[in-house]
């Protein structure tokens, strides 16, 4: 599976492979817009101070506390204006990855590739709803996967497709 992340307020690299194309480049499908998946998780500060943990651990394989930062500490995360402590954006990334993987199987893992963009930010007590449409934007056997939080907002986008 390859990935990329795209923020904006932040450089992408310029690659053709995680280049989207171009709306319109490829031909509409009568499945088109066709829901093939949905997941509801909730954001937990247990969730997302467990979720540091084994991100910082997958570095260094040492059974360390999670640091002290805006994704664990509410006092840091009030400090810097935020209302609670904020989740790890690659927390639902994950998520969206499961869908997709639930659509796909496990060709996903050698065949696929995902790029997501994150437009707002998410917090403990947020309960966010995946769905995936299948989408003929991103070729033959893509999907647009969709992550709404806080009063249905968007939250986040992503799209995935496997290669034949």
Not at 4 to 17: G, L, M
Not at 21 to 42: C, H, K, N, Y
Not at 104 to 129: C, I, K, N, W
């Amino acid at each position: 599976m390859t990935a990329s992340v795209d923020r904006d307020d932040q450089e992408q690299p310029n690659s053709e492979k995680t280049t989207k194309p171009v709306s319109g480049q490829r031909p509409q499908t009568p499945d088109d817009g066709e829901l093939v998946g949905t997941i509801t998780r909730a954001i937990t500060t247990e969730g997302e101070i467990e979720f540091s943990r084994q991100y910082v651990n997958r570095f260094d394989g040492i059974d360390t506390p999670p640091p002290d930062n805006a994704h664990t500490d509410h006092e840091i995360a009030t400090a810097l204006g935020l209302p609670d402590i904020i989740a790890h954006s690659s927390h639902y990334y994950a998520w969206c990855a499961e869908l997709a993987l639930m659509h796909y199987g496990s060709r996903f893992l050698s065949q696929g590739e995902m790029h997501a963009q994150f437009r707002a930010p998410v917090f403990p007590g947020d309960e966010l709803t995946l769905q995936a449409c299948r989408s003929a934007e991103h070729g033959p056997h893509g999907i647009d996967i969709t992550v709404h939080g806080r009063d249905h907002g968007l939250v986040a986008r992503a799209w995935a497709t496997v290669t034949d």
